[in-house]
């Protein structure tokens, strides 16, 4: 039986990935998560063979659960869930140790399928996901232009600050400026890119590959 945890900011997607692959016999599910904090622990009780981790969920992102849970448990294989297969994405979570990449659309057959190959040993990208991966290599400098160009200078280098992990107040006094400025801009780059965090921030300029 491989031993999995899953990881994700929905309990429907939680109980229905659980049914489906414990209906199957080969799986067991060991541990649930609704966050990446919640997942780096759960993977340090259960120590599963598998993590099929959501990028996009609240408190500790995939992509920091990701980087924590490969450096603190090498033996542990993290598969990583999303609705995007954006190329960027797909290379940021493999930068940081995932070995496999599916979208939640996949069907159970590839679900299976995914974790099996990750246990023995090999990799697993979706087919979709691993198109948008090659469509971005051929033209990296393309979408990342695109990208900035979205922002204004000053927008760009307190994201930059953010994605350095600054806080408001260090961000404000790098750049001259004030708390309630670096605010505003912090505002226009949520709207602007339609995240909902600083971590949602990160992560969308990780996808266009601007860090």
């Given at each position: 039986?491989?031993?999995v945890?899953?990881?994700?900011?929905?309990?429907?997607?939680?109980?229905?990935?659980?049914?489906?692959?414990?209906?199957?016999?080969?799986?067991?599910?060991?541990?649930?998560?609704?966050?990446?904090?919640?997942?780096?622990?759960a993977?340090?009780?259960?120590?599963?063979?598998?993590?099929?981790?959501?990028?996009?969920?609240?408190?500790?992102?995939?992509?920091?659960?990701?980087?924590a849970?490969?450096?603190?448990?090498?033996?542990?294989?993290?598969?990583?869930?999303?609705?995007?297969?954006?190329?960027?994405l797909?290379?940021?979570?493999?930068?940081?140790?995932?070995?496999?990449?599916l979208?939640?659309?996949?069907?159970?057959?590839?679900?299976?399928?995914?974790?099996?190959?990750?246990?023995?040993?090999?990799?697993?990208?979706?087919?979709?996901?691993?198109?948008?991966?090659?469509?971005?290599?051929?033209?990296?400098?393309?979408?990342?232009?695109?990208?900035?160009?979205?922002?204004?200078?000053?927008?760009?280098?307190?994201?930059?600050l953010?994605?350095?992990?600054?806080?408001?107040?260090?961000?404000?006094?790098?750049?001259?400026?004030?708390?309630n400025?670096?605010?505003?801009?912090?505002?226009?780059?949520?709207?602007?890119?339609?995240?909902?965090?600083?971590?949602?921030?990160?992560?969308?300029?990780?996808?266009?590959?601007?860090?």
């Amino acid at each position: 039986m491989i031993r999995v945890l899953v990881a994700d900011d929905h309990q429907m997607m939680l109980d229905g990935i659980r049914a489906l692959l414990e209906v199957r016999g080969e799986v067991i599910v060991v541990a649930t998560a609704l966050d990446g904090a919640q997942a780096l622990i759960a993977a340090h009780e259960q120590r599963p063979d598998i993590v099929l981790l959501d990028i996009n969920m609240p408190v500790m992102d995939g992509l920091a659960a990701c980087e924590a849970i490969v450096s603190e448990l090498p033996a542990v294989k993290v598969i990583a869930m999303s609705m995007h297969g954006e190329g960027r994405l797909v290379q940021a979570m493999l930068r940081k140790g995932a070995r496999g990449y599916l979208l939640k659309n996949c069907g159970g057959e590839e679900l299976v399928n995914a974790i099996h190959a990750v246990h023995e040993g090999g990799t697993w990208i979706t087919r979709e996901a691993s198109e948008k991966l090659v469509d971005d290599l051929h033209a990296p400098q393309r979408r990342t232009t695109a990208f900035v160009e979205e922002l204004t200078p000053r927008e760009l280098q307190v994201l930059l600050l953010i994605a350095k992990e600054r806080t408001t107040g260090e961000i404000g006094q790098d750049l001259g400026i004030s708390e309630n400025t670096v605010e505003s801009h912090r505002r226009q780059l949520l709207q602007k890119l339609g995240a909902r965090n600083s971590a949602g921030l990160v992560r969308i300029a990780m996808e266009r590959g601007l860090l």
